[in-house]
């Protein structure tokens, strides 16, 4: 797990205030970072182009001009000239050691993209969108400094972005480098240190971006036990049953000792290790929303007197009622953004289009679990977002293999499963979500279906 954040300049201040460092001294540090990849990753006289902005973002791209003039055939560009402070002497420091500012673009090994760093609040003008879209269809190795230009503060597109193999980000990693849009654009990110230990650089924070490393499995550790020491999950089976099924079959090979498929339907087809009743009994935890559609609205308001943990996910969200279970405790919600847009309307905090929720995830996610506390919510997306107590915590380990009908049915049950297991809401999400993501890295990412994603859940590797 690692900590991520919003801004990074307070904690540069800190450096000039407390730790008595100059802005030099970050900047030379910064670019020395991201020529240790360099050196690392390519021979001695590749060609590599910089392309530098005019603040102290491109005065990084120049000191790194610099600091591989000499080993490197280096071409750097300034299309918008150099006009802070740093921007003006690194340069003069380039110029004295010979080097030379080039007017064209021309190909190379290595695309360096120092325009725009953190904090951008604006759209990009036209003169810095045709060289963006000349860097990007370049082949050559792509690194950004800092964060790809192009992505603003809050991890949204202005409106194009430089898509980078490698980001090289400073001081610390931004939130914005998670958002779904900056997913396809950021490529690895490492991050730099500037002259302190991370640990005297950094400061508190909210949010939390969780690794493979960081997994934890439903191993079992006592010989002395049976299945209904692994719990009893009841899963509410509506209109679309298959949704039910794999949900049941996921939280099953997860660890859960015993799911039930509740149904008022008799001719259900269910796999044979998978229970069947007609009635809620004595679960330990319930999952239900997936495939519902109006199946068992009669009894919701029988199902919120159960003091008992619930997975919510799917028809739910439309439903008003939900209001009511955002009041109890040991309740995760598992919304895709455009349920999510509804739970948001049904709970008084706006309406927005599910474009508005993709701009805003991380404030709207926060904002929610700020009013709902108690509640653990897993926001689906191309990095799933964690949120609870005001905490933010991303999951971006997942691909694009788990675009497809189902996944989020899978996901609903391995949480479902956790919790029968007796493990807290949150850590059921967080590393039900990671096992999740871990499955899903499926080659080819087009042919992951979740029968398959669900045989993958018991081949994932303790880490």
């Known amino acids: 797990m690692k900590p991520v954040y919003r801004e990074v300049y ?12 100059t802005e030099d001294i970050l900047m030379e540090h910064a670019a020395y970072s991201i020529a240790l990849e360099i050196y690392k990753r390519f021979p001695k006289f590749s060609k590599i182009n910089i392309v530098a902005g005019p603040g102290n973002n491109g005065a990084d791209g120049i000191t790194l ?13 300034l299309p918008l000239g150099a006009k802070s402070n740093m921007a003006k002497l690194q340069l003069e420091r380039f110029l004295a050691l010979g080097g030379k500012v080039k007017e064209e673009c021309e190909s190379g090994d290595v695309i360096v993209d120092a325009i725009f760093g953190s904090g951008l609040k604006r759209d990009l003008d036209e003169k810095i969108i045709g060289f963006i879209s000349k860097m990007n269809k370049a082949k050559a190795f792509k690194i950004a400094c800092d964060i790809p230009t192009g992505i603003d503060d809050k991890g949204n597109l202005r409106p194009v972005a430089f898509k980078a193999d490698l980001t090289v980000t400073m001081g610390a990693e931004k939130l914005a480098l998670y958002s779904d849009f900056a997913k396809d654009y950021v490529g ?6 500037l002259g302190v230990s991370f640990n005297k650089y950094k400061g508190p924070t909210k949010y939390h971006v969780w690794e493979r490393g960081d997994l934890i499995l439903p191993i079992r550790t006592t010989q002395n036990s049976h ?4 719990g009893h999950l009841g899963v509410l089976a509506g209109e679309k049953v298959g949704a039910a099924v794999l949900a049941s079959l996921a939280a099953f090979n997860f660890g859960c000792g015993v799911v039930s498929i509740v149904s008022h339907r008799e001719d259900i087809n269910i796999p044979y290790e998978i229970m069947h009743t007609h009635h809620i009994e004595n679960f330990n935890t319930l999952a239900f929303g997936m495939g519902l559609n109006n199946h068992f ?8 007197i159960f003091d008992i943990p619930m997975v919510i996910d799917a028809d739910m969200f ?3 009622i939900i209001k009511d279970f955002l009041k109890k405790e040991n309740i995760v919600l598992t919304p895709h953004p455009k349920e999510f847009a509804s739970l948001l309307k049904i709970v008084g905090m706006g309406e927005y289009s599910i474009k508005e929720i993709q701009e805003n995830r991380f404030d709207l996610a926060e904002e929610f679990s700020n009013k709902y506390p108690n509640v ?4 689906k997306g191309a990095n799933k977002i964690i949120a609870y107590k005001g905490n933010l915590h991303i999951d971006p380990n997942g691909s694009v293999a788990l675009a497809k009908g189902g996944s989020g049915d899978v996901l609903a049950g391995m949480i479902a499963s956790l919790l029968a297991q007796g493990w807290h809401p949150l850590k059921s999400t967080i590393h039900a979500s990671l096992s999740h993501s871990i499955a899903g890295n499926y080659n080819p990412n087009y ?16 880490s």
């Open 10 to 21: 307070s904690f540069d201040k800190k450096c000039y205030e407390r730790y008595k460092l």
């Open 65 to 77: 001009a610099r600091i591989l003039w000499g080993d490197y055939i280096v071409n750097l560009y």
């Open 188 to 193: 690895e990110i490492i991050r730099a240190d």
């Open 227 to 230: 299945k209904k020491s692994y």
């Open 297 to 304: 609205d009669d009894e919701l308001e029988d199902i919120l």
């Open 318 to 320: 439309y439903k008003e």
């Open 376 to 379: 653990v919510l897993l926001l």
């Open 447 to 462: 042919a992951l279906t979740p029968m398959k994603l669900i045989e993958r859940i018991g081949n994932i590797l303790p």
